[in-house]
Nanobody, 122 residues
Framework: QVQLVESGGGLVQAGGSLRLSCAAS????????MGWYRQAPGKQRVMVAT???????SHADSVKGRFTISRDNAKNMVYLQMNSLKPEDTAVYYC????????????????WGKGTLVTVSS
């Protein structure tokens, strides 16, 4: 079993900062890509930022220059530093990893956390 737990969400004023964390635990053999996604009320879930196992990153145009994704492979953690937050960043933020669990011939799969709410007030 692979579990993901996000933390760091909350209420912040526009222009403020938050740092989201996601801890992966369980019977994990290897983690490949890690990423953050968000879903605003009434909208579809969209990619915010992703990072590969070798540290290559990709950020959505809407957050470039404001958000930064990073990871700690030794701790199986992924982070999202969010600066200059805007009301339109309000959403539930989800962590996703692509990983291979322990076990013979277990397939690589995507795993999601339950999300953490970020609310940015104007």
């Amino acid at each position: 079993q692979v579990q993901l737990v996000e933390s760091g969400g909350g209420l912040v004023q526009a222009g403020g900062s938050l740092r989201l964390s996601c801890a992966a635990s369980g019977s994990i053999f290897s983690i490949y890509a890690m990423g953050w996604y968000r879903q605003a009320p009434g909208k579809q879930r969209v990619m915010v930022a992703t990072i590969t196992s070798d540290g290559s990153t990709s950020h959505a145009d809407s957050v470039k220059g404001r958000f930064t994704i990073s990871r700690d492979n030794a701790k199986n953690m992924v982070y999202l530093q969010m600066n200059s937050l805007k009301p339109e960043d309000t959403a539930v933020y989800y962590c996703k990893i692509t990983a291979r669990p322990m076990g013979v011939l277990t397939p690589v799969a995507d795993y999601w956390g339950k999300g953490t709410l970020v609310t940015v007030s104007s």
